[in-house]
């Protein structure tokens, strides 16, 4: 019987384990075993595997998180942990692996693959930012909480007189602001992929006050730029070790401008970890069901180097040279519907 490695890798995500149950269950069907790879990459350079059945995954379907654990390894990083994974993937039997993880990790399962690791990927992100698939499962259910917040916070806003900055994930791209903006009714939505400025803002939102509607919901990317806002670049000092700037809440930088230009008392939420964690949404299990589903027939038909993916409501694949090439970036036709109807009337 041969073995199926599994491994999560970069932020958890709502319906990893889902796609984890997914992969077990029709390995099954399929003649093949399950090894559990704990905490991503650096499981498989350690050999800290568990085997996978039937009855151990069994109740994860709405379990939030990774029942194996994560971590940002780099398995191209020395050349020692590269050795180790091969070493480790003949030591176990593992036959193919199933790397579920967003752009970092579905990279190095390239470069990975590319070094004659027999592997599929299978996309995972909240960001939605994976080229090469319409949709990553985690998304909707972050939207879904992003909007349930805005929801909230409509009835202070509206109650005290106030606008309210809600800041949410998107380093890069800005798919859960734009589309949570759009579903909550923000009156305005800042994204990294637009250029704004604080002239604009200010002004859109001084003249919904004057025309009587004396509250505002602004909804921010973490990633949207901080010269847009009239401040420096991210130092140096501030980012991670990758690069990556370490955000210090543009949100509530741009609650203080606005305050300072308008005199509109503002107050700032800042949802943060809250829109990755907790149950995956219906849409988010199936998706993340048949993704994994299709990365084991992938694995049983040969197709390595492979991403699962769907397109309208077809699961495919693409190679994942493809799927990596660069980040999707949010739909310009989307956002500029959303300016038609944002800052209306409620």
Sequence with gaps: MKTIGVLTGGGDCPGLNAVI??????????????????????????????????????GILPRGGTILGTSRTNPLEKRSDFQKIQYNMKKYGIHALVVIGGDGTLSAAR????QGIPLVGVPKTIDNDISGTDVTFGFDTAVSTVTEAIDRLHTTAESHHRIIVVEVMGRNVGWIALT??????ADEILIPEVRFTMDSVCKN????????????????????????????????????????????GVGLLLGKELEKRLGIETRVTILGHIQRGGSPTAFDRVLATRLGVAAVQLIDAGKFGQMA??????????????????????DLELYELAKTVIGGRR
């Design 21 to 58: 149950r997914a992969v077990v269950r029709s390995g099954i069907k399929y003649g093949y075993e399950t090894l559990g790879i704990r905490n991503g990459w650096r499981g498989l350079i350690d050999g800290d595997v568990e085997p996978l059945t039937d009855f151990s995954v069994s």
């Design 111 to 114: 470069d990975v693959s590319k």
């Design 180 to 185: 949570a903006g759009l579903a909550g009714g």
């Design 205 to 248: 939102l001084q003249a919904r006050y004057d025309s009587g509607k004396k509250f505002s919901i602004v909804v921010i990317a973490e990633g949207a730029r901080r010269e847009d806002i009239g401040l420096p670049p991210v130092p140096e000092d501030i980012r991670d070790e990758c690069g990556n700037e370490k955000f210090v």
């Design 309 to 330: 993916a769907i397109h309208g409501n077809q699961i495919t694949s693409v190679p994942l040279e493809e799927a990596v090439f660069r980040l999707k970036t949010v």
